[in-house]
C-alpha cells in the first residue's frame, strides 16, 4: 500500500512564528507532490506544489522536497491566525500519476 | 470562471432511496475524481476517470456508480442509499502537472 504519512497534530504555533508541517511517503518513484489547505466545513484549496528536489517559496509559504529521504515540508513564515486549518500533503504515485496519495492531514492552530 | 462546481450542497436521504450527486469543471481537464471525506479523516478515491469515456474504481467505490457525461461532467450515483454512505463528498479535477481542483463539496445525511 502504497502511503502519505503526516502528523495529525494539533500544532500549535504562536502568531508571528514559523509553522513547520512534514510529510513522508513510502512511494520511491512518486514525482509530484502537493499542500493543500482545507479550513472546517470546507474544501481542500491548493497552495503549492514541488515537482523537484529543494525549495520553493511562494510568499510565506516554502515547500520543501528531499526525494532521496522520501519528505515532504510545508513552511509557513509569519504565521497569522488564518493559517489555522487542517494540512493535506499528498504526492503522486509511481505507477498511476492519476491517483493521487492524500495524507490524512495535520491540523494547525495558530495561536494569537 | 467557476472551476469545479457541485450540486447539491446538502442532501438528506432515507435509507435505500437513490441519488445523484453532479460536478462540473470549466478547467478543459482531462481527468476528474470523486472522494468521500468522514469526520477527522483524509479522502478516500471512490471512483476516477482519467479521460473521457474512461472510468475506473478507486479504494471505496462499492455502493457507487459513475457517469462521465462528457468532458465536463463527471457525475456519482447512489442506487440505494445506506446510512455508512454519510459523509461529505468532493469532486475535483486534475490540471496537467497532476495538481487537482475541488469542488465546494456535497454533504450527504442518510437516515
Known amino acids: 500500500q502504497k502511503e502519505v504519512e503526516q502528523n495529525s497534530g494539533p500544532l500549535s504555533v504562536p502568531e508571528g512564528a514559523i509553522a513547520s508541517l512534514n510529510c513522508t511517503y513510502s512511494?520511491?518513484?512518486?514525482?509530484?507532490f502537493f499542500w493543500y489547505r482545507q479550513y472546517s466545513g470546507k474544501s481542500p484549496e491548493l497552495i503549492m506544489s514541488i515537482y523537484s528536489n529543494g525549495d520553493k517559496e511562494d510568499g510565506r509559504f516554502t515547500a520543501q522536497l528531499n526525494k532521496a529521504s522520501q519528505y515532504v515540508s510545508l513552511l509557513i513564515r509569519d504565521s497569522q491566525p488564518s493559517d489555522s486549518a487542517t494540512y493535506l500533503c499528498?504526492?503522486?504515485?509511481?505507477?498511476?500519476?492519476?491517483?493521487?496519495?492524500f495524507g490524512s492531514g495535520t491540523r494547525l492552530s495558530i495561536r494569537p | 470562471n467557476a472551476g469545479v462546481t457541485q450540486t447539491p450542497k446538502f442532501q438528506v436521504l432515507k435509507t435505500g432511496q437513490s441519488m445523484t450527486l453532479q460536478c462540473a469543471q470549466d478547467?478543459?481537464?482531462?481527468?476528474m475524481y470523486w472522494y468521500r471525506q468522514d469526520p477527522g479523516m483524509g479522502l478516500r478515491l471512490i471512483y476516477y476517470s482519467a479521460s473521457e469515456g474512461t472510468t475506473d474504481k478507486g479504494e471505496v467505490p462499492n455502493g457507487y456508480n459513475v457517469s462521465r457525461l462528457n468532458k465536463r461532467e463527471f457525475s456519482l450515483r447512489l442506487e440505494s442509499a445506506a446510512p455508512s454512505q454519510t459523509s461529505v463528498y468532493f469532486c475535483a479535477s486534475q490540471g496537467d502537472r497532476y495538481e487537482q481542483y475541488f469542488g465546494p463539496g456535497t454533504r450527504l445525511t442518510v437516515t
Open positions: 478547467m478543459n481537464h482531462n481527468s
Open positions: 512511494d520511491r518513484g512518486s514525482q509530484s
Open positions: 499528498a504526492g503522486t504515485g509511481y505507477s498511476s500519476a492519476s491517483k493521487i496519495i
